[in-house]
């Protein structure tokens, strides 16, 4: 059964930091895995993926503030997110793309507020 287990969020004040964590089960051959978050009203977007091959990707916006880490041997990325700012503020979404196909986790709360 294919399933992703996320962890970590919460509520956090502006200039905080949160670590996210994903673990997939079921998925083989993975090939990548990242966050993807969705603010109310708006669409879902990319914040940072982690690529079988080392590389990384990530949004403008967190650049130079969130870091992707992933262990291959345990089909787990982490999510480091250092000086938060409200606008960061959505529910976070694990994303994994492997054999069978790309799943999604139920999505975490992030909360960047004073």
């Known amino acids: 059964q294919v399933q992703l287990v996320e962890s970590g969020g919460g509520l956090v004040q502006p200039g905080g930091s949160l670590r996210l964590s994903c673990t997939a089960f079921?998925?083989?051959?993975?090939?990548?895995m990242g966050w993807y978050r969705q603010a109310p009203g708006k669409q879902r977007e990319l914040v940072a993926a982690?690529?079988?091959?080392?590389?990384?990707n990530y949004a403008d916006s967190v650049k130079g503030r969130f870091t992707i880490s992933r262990d291959n041997a345990k089909n787990t990325v982490h999510l480091q997110m250092n000086t938060l700012k409200p606008e960061d503020t959505a529910v976070y979404y694990c994303?994994?793309?492997?054999?069978?196909?790309?799943?999604w986790g139920q999505g975490t709360q992030v909360t960047v507020s004073s």
């Open positions: 994303n994994a793309g492997g054999l069978p196909g790309i799943y």
């Open positions: 079921g998925i083989f051959s993975i090939y990548t």
């Open positions: 982690s690529i079988s091959d080392g590389s990384t």
